[in-house]
């Protein structure tokens, strides 16, 4: 996608970036806004598959009041995944017996017939992340933080970082 200039806007990593790419060829104006009926487009455009009722609810959270129909980017882009405490928080409620782990089966269960389902490719990139292959089950503490922690972008980067931390 092109690169647009955008100075008041500071994508955060590569997904702000390319949210704001996405947003921006829609921006018929130069302004940063689209139309709210270009809400659902956008999304579907980044590879999201929402219903009406998940587009509605974004356009709902980023609309301005006095926008007369428009979203700007600054309101679009900080639509941030739920916070490390709350995804914790739900792991254990799934964990009933207090064991730090939840059954792949179990997991799966949930998310493909429960709420919004996962479809499968979703499903697959997910349990791949998450599973520890030597007991089939989801350490979700370990599975969180590698969820929260970027990986180094090279080896040599990595091992940097080892020799920083063993000099110290």
């Known amino acids: ?17 390319r949210i ?4 921006l060829i829609f921006d018929h104006h130069g302004n940063k806004t689209v139309d709210v009926r270009e809400i659902g487009t956008i999304l579907r455009f980044l590879g ?17 009041e006095d926008s007369n129909g428009t979203v700007h980017l600054s309101k679009f882009l900080p639509m941030e995944p739920a916070p490390p405490e709350k995804l914790l928080k739900a792991f254990r409620v799934l964990d009933q017996e207090g ?7 179990y997991m799966t269960k949930l998310i493909t017939e429960e709420g919004e389902p996962f479809t499968v490719e979703e499903l697959e990139e997910m349990m791949a992340v998450a599973v520890d292959m030597a007991t089939d089950k ?21 091992a940097d970082t080892l020799r920083n931390r063993s000099n110290r």
Request: glycine share 2%.
């Open 1 to 17: 996608m092109a690169d647009f200039e955008y100075s008041d806007i500071n994508p955060a990593n590569e997904l702000e970036k």
């Open 20 to 23: 704001a790419d996405a947003f």
């Open 48 to 64: 999201c598959v929402p219903t009406e009722a998940d587009v509605n609810e974004v356009i709902s959270a980023t609309e301005f």
């Open 99 to 105: 064991k730090g782990f939840v059954d792949k089966e």
């Open 138 to 158: 989801i350490a979700y503490e370990l599975y969180l933080n590698q969820l929260l922690h970027e990986p180094p972008d090279s080896i040599y980067e990595l």
